[in-house]
């Protein structure tokens, strides 16, 4: 596994030169809806910055960005041909009732519906890099219509792309071998979907002849594409996740905290999670975490995301809900002295790189990308355990100090500005998109 570090010298020479003039496709489900969404738009507008020339191909758009296409049917043909691919790859799942338990389902194919629209829009681009494509890209219909001399790039925003079709695998390891039994699919058949989608990705696969490489924001991520039976002989590239450090930095949130009736001298808690009700975010850990400890009086704990939520016993919260704009997240997580990141299983949570960001230091398990994030606890807090008594320990010890949580807190933005703006995350991409180009085209 290689990770790229910026450096001021890194591309003079050929690089410099094969990256002047160079196209990039950039393939995403959405544009700014979810934390993948977010990550890969962020990328979009960093490669913007440096020069590079670029288009994101997403299924549903939302922002109205120029460089942007919804890939969507628009004939009569394409709907018909959308809904004969749309209600094949229904009929396969629909055995299979604890897909239809979920809001989203855990669980996805390797096929998508807009297989042949995708095509059809796709521009001609030195490199193509796929982030998120659940429902974007058909993997067997993509990878056959590639040319070898177009390097893919596929970035992991969970292993979604590494397994038989669940986004994470959580204690199975089927992944790294055949799939089969799914847990997420309640299966006990070795030759189940997941079985057949990992068996499908492996055909994919083998019909491409270029180069493809992955990139994982995580150390951890890069480790589960290592051990994963699609991609243990691929090269594995760890490229942190960036963001706009002028827009996520400290502010003064005092007017935010006198809105939710907070006291200035209160210490606050954040919790933020696209939705507080999904099990992997761990919000039902914090709440019993946070009943079972005696807490400084006037703590409060600020709730962000979908909900309801239920609370803690004895601590007050406050839900906000959902916060859309960036610029309000940032006085949300410049108003808390604490983030509190309770994940089973993660790889890079936009959620900690904008709260350090912002100067406030983040506590999670150890687990995913936080240990990148948190450091040796220079930067936060990370229990010793992924244990709930572990947890509590390791949050009663950061309430019991308010000079570290300053000291992590200003140590975290230092490392924003160090390692993850927008800038640094775009250079480091572009200097594999350049190698790789060189690669293809035998320069």
């Given at each position: ?31 700014t809806n979810g934390g993948a969404a977010r990550a890969a738009y ?64 855990p669980f996805h194919s390797e096929r998508a519906a807009r297989a ?324 293809a085209k035998g320069v």
């Amino acid at each position: 596994m290689a990770e790229r570090q910026a450096h001021p010298l890194f591309f003079i020479g050929k690089e410099q030169r094969m990256r002047s003039g160079m196209r990039v496709a950039l393939l995403n489900t959405f544009d700014t809806n979810g934390g993948a969404a977010r990550a890969a738009y962020r990328l979009f507008q960093g490669l913007g910055r440096i020069g590079i020339e670029r288009t994101l191909y997403v299924a549903r758009q939302d922002s109205a960005h120029p460089d942007i296409v919804a890939v969507r049917p628009e004939s009569p043909a394409e709907k018909v041909d959308w809904e004969w691919r749309e209600a094949a790859i229904r009929a396969e799942e629909a055995p299979y009732p604890a897909l239809k338990r979920h809001d989203f389902p855990p669980f996805h194919s390797e096929r998508a519906a807009r297989a042949e629209l995708l095509e059809r829009r796709l521009k001609p681009a030195d490199v193509i890099n796929l982030h998120w494509t659940r429902g974007l890209t058909d993997w067997d219909h993509f990878l056959s219509n590639r040319s070898p001399d177009v390097p893919l790039i596929w970035t992991l925003h969970d292993q979604h792309v590494l397994t038989g079709g669940c986004h994470y695998a959580g204690g199975c390891t089927g992944f790294t071998d055949r799939c089969g039994c799914c847990p997420v699919l309640e299966s006990d058949d070795g030759n189940d979907l997941s079985f057949r989608v990992l068996s499908r990705k492996r055909t994919a696969l083998a019909t491409f002849k270029g180069p493809l490489h992955l990139v994982a924001p995580s150390r951890w991520m890069a480790e589960q594409a290592e051990r994963s039976a699609l991609f243990r002989d691929r090269a594995v590239h760890v490229i942190p996740n960036g963001l706009d450090s002028l827009r996520f930095r400290p502010r003064d949130a005092g007017v935010l905290r006198d809105r939710l009736g907070i006291k200035h001298d209160a210490t606050v808690l954040l919790c933020v999670a696209h939705d507080l009700t999904d099990q992997r975010k761990g919000y039902g850990t914090l709440r019993a975490v946070l009943d079972g400890m005696t807490m400084p009086d006037g703590c409060v704990l600020v709730l962000v995301g979908h909900g309801p939520a239920r609370h803690p016993k004895h601590v007050r919260t406050i839900e906000v809900g959902n916060v859309a704009s960036d610029d309000d997240m940032a006085l949300h997580y410049s108003m808390a002295d604490l983030l509190v990141v309770p994940s089973a299983q993660d790889n890079y949570p936009n959620t900690a790189l904008e709260a350090m960001a912002c100067g406030t230091p983040v506590l999670g398990f150890p687990i995913g990308g936080l240990t990148d994030l948190v450091g040796r606890n220079e930067r936060g807090f990370l229990a010793a355990s992924s244990t709930a008594d572990d947890l509590a320990h390791a949050l009663a010890n950061a309430l019991s100090d308010s000079h570290q949580l300053g000291v992590r807190g200003h140590a975290a933005r230092d490392f924003v500005e160090r390692e993850c703006t927008l800038e640094c995350q775009a250079e480091r991409y572009a200097a594999l998109y350049a190698e790789l180009h060189a690669q293809a085209k035998g320069v």
